[in-house]
């Protein structure tokens, strides 16, 4: 399959039938980290190896792991006592983890580390006595873990007509976070509600939605703006990859999610010319050049690619995690 270059391409003979990759795109440090860990934990102890939750939003990523003989389950209730068991990405509540403490589980946490840092600015926020409003899903795992930490004092706000009906006693001390996959521009008008409404109120000190998303958004946008069409590669269970759907459709570009090149429905390339193709921070490139494959396949022989930030990121997989990985877990 051809190659994809690192040049935009814009003459008039290459403005027919073309590809245009966003970079940066797909698998961002967290995922690699969290994906590892599974890895390294079926080596070093073998199957099975039980994983709370998807490791990640992906499917194609989960079947991987599935046939080196990790399981995944709904619930940590669901390991057998003494097992080694793995935290997903997205990281779980304070009783999730108490509750792996009473079965004896041997806990391998892959909490992204962007995440944890939300975990942590709850807790300091509801010491000190603030009313959280957490910007987010309610139903995604991410925020359920953060809601965790806090449950008393935490309001989950997933759009703006939920800042508008927010009332509080006089007096009250106010602190926002939000979830780390969000669209940017979703999240703007939120926190500007949020701010108007209670001027006071105090945010994280820096943007919560983590360098990835931001970066892909970015990305999205760039290709956005000369093509006809944005296919985006993820889950349909994939925060980050449905909000950059949604960031190039606000852009004025028609986009679909696509899981793979299974799911690309041919009818949406009529009278499309410019194809541009990113991916989620959690699906494979493999599922990227299977789709970009098929696209040529079908005319779209020139590649281009639109790069607007190189990421250098990397999170390490601590050694101490699969040290203690065979003790009983502190609370």
């Not at 209730?77 to 997205?90: K, L, Q, R, T, Y």
Request: charged share 25%; aromatic share 4%.
């Amino acid at each position: 399959m051809p190659s994809v270059s690192d040049t935009t391409l814009t003459s008039p003979q290459q403005r027919r039938k073309r590809i245009i990759m966003a970079e940066p795109r797909g698998f961002c440090a967290g995922v690699e980290r969290a994906i590892g860990m599974v890895e390294k934990a079926l080596e070093l102890y073998g199957a099975p190896v039980y994983v709370r939750k998807q490791i990640v939003h992906n499917q194609h990523v989960v079947s991987e792991l599935e046939k080196q003989g990790a399981i995944f389950v709904d619930s940590e209730d669901e390991v057998p006592e003494g097992s080694i068991c793995v935290f997903s990405a997205h990281g779980v509540s304070p009783a999730v983890r108490g509750n792996a403490v009473d079965r004896e589980l041997k806990v391998i946490d892959a909490t992204c580390p962007l995440v944890s840092k939300v975990h942590q600015a709850a807790i300091r926020s509801s010491g000190a006595g603030n009313k959280i409003l957490l910007i987010g899903h309610a139903n995604h795992e991410e925020v359920e873990g953060t809601v965790g930490e806090a449950p008393e004092d935490t309001i989950v706000v997933e759009t703006v007509e939920d800042a508008r009906r927010l009332e509080f006693e006089p007096g009250t001390n106010l602190s926002y976070l939000t979830q780390t996959t969000l669209s940017l521009d979703e999240t703007k008008d939120i926190i500007d509600e949020l701010t108007r409404r209670f001027p006071d109120i105090k945010g994280p000190g820096s943007d919560d939605i983590c360098y990835a998303s931001q970066n892909r958004q970015n990305a999205v946008k760039d290709i956005a703006a000369q093509s006809d069409l944005v296919l985006v590669v993820g889950s349909d269970n994939s925060s980050n990859s449905v909000r950059m759907v949604e960031v190039a459709i606000r852009q004025g570009t028609r986009s679909y999610l696509v899981n793979d090149v299974s799911k690309l429905d041919e009818r949406w390339l009529d009278g499309v010319d410019a194809v541009g193709v990113t991916a989620g921070a959690s699906a494979p490139e493999v599922l990227v050049q299977e789709l970009v494959t098929r696209l040529t396949e079908l005319g779209y022989g020139d590649i281009g690619s639109v790069t607007t930030t190189t990421e250098d990121v990397v999170f390490s997989i601590p050694g101490s995690l699969f040290a203690h990985a065979g003790t009983r877990p502190a609370r």
